[in-house]
């Protein structure tokens, strides 16, 4: 069975830095592409940014200075680095991927969330 485990999130200073971790396992699962989101309470859910397999990268306009996501094939693992984090980054960050294994084909899977809380 496929598994998105997401890591990383925490209670950090304005200014501090991050890194969210999302990792699949499971099936001999390969990631085709993976999408970080968040939420903030009151506030509806913002795509991050997304990367596929390939590297093909698209952040948020007003996070490009500040966040970066790669892609580990070998680890299955998609990576959110943040930086400079301010208080209104403060959200539960969620996982998507869309993960092909030989039994399932390609399926759409999400992890179970992880806060991030910036302090001013």
């Known amino acids: 069975q496929v598994q998105l485990v997401e890591s990383g999130g925490g209670l950090v200073q304005a200014g501090g830095s991050l890194r969210l971790s999302c990792v699949v396992s499971g099936e001999r699962a390969i990631i085709n592409a993976g999408t970080w989101y968040r939420q903030a309470p009151g506030k509806q859910r913002e795509t991050v940014a997304s990367?596929?397999?390939?590297?093909?990268?698209s952040v948020l306009n007003a996070l490009k200075d500040r966040f970066r996501i790669s892609i580990d094939n070998g680890k299955n693992t998609v990576y959110l680095q943040m930086e400079y984090l301010q208080p209104e980054d403060t959200a539960i960050y969620s996982c998507?991927?869309?993960?092909?294994?030989?039994?399932?084909?390609?399926?759409?899977?999400w992890g179970q969330g992880t806060q991030v809380t910036v302090s001013s």
């Open positions: 998507h991927a869309n993960v092909w294994t030989q039994v399932r084909g390609s399926q759409d899977y």
């Open positions: 990367i596929t397999s390939s590297g093909s990268i």
